[in-house]
């Protein structure tokens, strides 16, 4: 066999559903690399024979294989941090309230309109890092703290040179309608119009972003506008997602799934007839355990209702600076199972094969096996469990992106 590289002395989690074991699990298994693909993998006594003298062979003694982890929710560009309102929020005051007295996502606006390109890049850079630290091959970054053409610009501008410079695969993602900007204070409609009909065309001439998201709530848009929003960015041939029933139910996620979105994020309020309308469109179900630790919320996601209905469970950081603050994902694994109940096996699904389901790149990563990219991490632990069972020591060993040993 003419492989590129071996690897040997492994466990490992596959989490291809078309292995019926826990995790998709090969015990003693092998890994042969090519072209940046995955073109062998099994048990080692199946192992066929190859030139041992001409092909690096990588020893993983005895420790645990598994995708590169995808974090598909973040907002990692942006200037400035919002400590103050963690005060504020510890006082008694609620997100709500911190945002109608103008400050959550417009205090994060300002400081972002006022920075760089190249500030935004630093900053960008850093946080990407730590994720990379944990074993994150690919992210999804959103705009949506410009609420300005030009700034928006300039975040996707820089979530894309981020990922020209970075191992790390970079989704991006349009979220012009975050917020109502406080220049279109009462002008709502104007605003959206101004989404649409300047900012996504905007977007896509210089090609910035893969999908487009909006933020369906009370306090930022209702139904008629999301729609014309997710409406125009479908007509333009891209992905849409939408922020969806994090504080309550406006039917938000249906609206997106009869649009054929790939994912509704945060769902806290989502109803068995939302449930059932995205299980329909094949949509997944993006929980943000992070955020949903910070605000101290108490309206758990319906996930009893998403396992009844098959609806692919994502885990996702939402790291912002306002109300997930939490840059690692790794943290989300725990927090997944331990405020949402899931299991080990469903956290890493959520960060690994659902997580690529939700960008649409479920062809290329998010499951170990022959065809796909060769992107994969090796862990010092005995249990893929342990991946959401314990924080603080990171067991990350290897990392390899595209074929390429990463980290050591």
């Known amino acids: 066999m003419d492989w590129d590289q071996v690897w040997i002395d492994l466990n490992i989690a596959t989490m291809n559903p078309e292995n019926s074991e826990p995790y998709g699990v090969i015990r003693d298994g092998v890994m042969a690399v090519k072209d940046d693909k995955i073109v ?41 941090n919002r400590a103050n309102e963690f005060e504020m929020r510890l006082g008694g005051a609620s997100y709500e309230e ?99 009909d300047e900012m996504l065309p905007a977007v896509l001439a210089e ?33 849409i997602k939408l922020h969806a029933e994090q504080l309550s139910n406006m039917g938000g996620s249906a609206l997106a799934a009869s ?22 469109s094949g949509t997944c179900a993006t929980l943000l355990p992070g955020a949903f630790y910070f605000l101290r919320e108490t309206k758990l996601p319906p996930i009893d209702l998403l396992r009844q209905h098959n609806v692919p469970m994502v885990i996702a950081s939402d790291y912002n600076p306002g109300t997930s603050p939490f840059c690692s994902t790794l943290l989300m694994l725990n927090m997944g199972c331990t ?19 939700a960008l649409g790149i479920e062809s290329k990563v998010g499951v170990l096996k022959e065809g796909m990219q060769a992107d994969f991490c090796l862990w010092d632990i005995s249990s893929p469990a342990e991946l959401a069972y314990s924080y603080g020591r990171n067991p990350l060993v290897h990392v390899v992106k595209d074929g390429k040993l990463i980290h050591q």
């Open 40 to 80: 062998w993998l099994g048990c080692r006594s199946e192992l066929p024979e190859f030139d041992v003298l001409a092909t690096p062979v990588y020893r993983g003694n005895g420790g645990w294989v598994t995708p590169g982890l995808i974090d598909a929710h973040t907002h990692l560009i942006f200037a400035g």
């Open 98 to 196: 911190i945002a109608r007295a103008g400050g959550g996502i417009l205090s994060t606006v300002k400081a972002t309109r006022e920075a760089s390109e190249a500030e935004l890049f630093e900053l960008g850079r850093k946080r990407l890092n730590a994720l990379a630290k944990e074993g994150v091959t690919t992210v999804e970054i959103k705009s949506g703290y410009g609420l300005e053409t030009e700034t928006e610009l300039k975040m996707l501008r820089v979530a894309r040179e981020l990922g020209k410079h970075h191992h790390v695969d970079v989704k991006t993602t349009f979220l012009g309608a975050h917020a109502i900007p406080p220049e279109y204070k009462d002008k709502c409609e104007a605003y959206v119009d101004l989404v649409v």
């Open 207 to 239: 090609n910035l972003a893969d999908a487009v998201d909006v933020f369906c709530e009370n306090i930022a848009f209702d139904l008629p506008q999301t729609q014309k929003i997710l409406a125009a960015a479908k007509a333009k041939g891209l992905d």
């Open 259 to 280: 649009l054929g979105a790939k994912s509704v994020d945060h769902i806290e309020y989502l109803d068995e007839a939302g449930v059932k309308a995205i299980a329909e």
């Open 339 to 357: 405020l949402f109940r899931l299991t080990p096996e469903e956290a890493l699904a959520g960060v690994t094969r659902n997580a690529a389901k």
